[in-house]
């Protein structure tokens, strides 16, 4: 008779849920990502405009000019602080997921744990019948000589 874990359909189930929270785990660490590198490249594109436009002013240049370039600035600068308000409710989403996904571990690993144990009962029990077979074998065999 083979190993039978009568709470295997509740193991597969919470290992589908593990695997769902760490998905979407992993789905909230990519678009953090992704904003950090949007965040990044602004900061860039910021820095790079500020020096521009320290170059545009040794220079004659139109008033028309320098109000463009500092509203350009001021645009990019706006979108990346959008962007890191935007990364602070990613970081809260992303602490929550965490949650989820070690709650789902947790839940996975004890149910691991419980069918191992069971697993190693099972085999205990299993070489302790077998052993006593060969020792009734040994025994009727003894008792006919």
Same mark, same amino acid.
């Given at each position: 008779?083979?190993?039978?874990? =009568?709470? $295997?359909?509740? *193991? ?13 785990? /992993?789905?909230? *660490?990519? %678009?953090? $990502? /992704? ?15 500020? /020096? ?7 220079? =004659? ?5 320098? @109000? ?8 990019? #600068?706006?979108?990346?602080?959008? *962007?890191?308000?935007? *990364?602070?409710?990613?970081? /809260? ?5 965490? #949650? #989820? !996904? @070690? ?18 009962? !099972?085999?205990? %029990? ?13 025994? $009727? ?5």
């Amino acid at each position: 008779m083979a190993f039978r874990f =009568p709470l $295997a359909t509740v *193991l597969r189930f919470r290992q589908s849920i593990e695997k769902r929270e760490e998905l979407a785990l /992993q789905r909230v *660490l990519v %678009e953090i $990502a /992704q904003y950090i590198r949007k965040i990044e490249k602004l900061s860039a594109r910021i820095a790079e405009a500020h /020096q521009m436009r320290e170059e545009t002013l040794r220079q =004659p240049t139109s008033a028309f000019q320098l @109000q463009s370039m500092l509203s350009e600035i001021q645009i990019a #600068a706006e979108r990346r602080r959008l *962007l890191i308000d935007s *990364l602070a409710s990613l970081e /809260q989403k992303r602490i929550k997921q965490m #949650a #989820a !996904y @070690q709650a789902a571990l947790q839940d996975r690993r004890t149910l691991s744990e419980l069918e191992g144990r069971r697993r190693e009962d !099972y085999k205990v %029990e299993r070489e302790r019948a077998q052993q006593k077979q060969v020792d009734d074998i040994f025994a $009727a065999r003894a008792h006919r000589s």
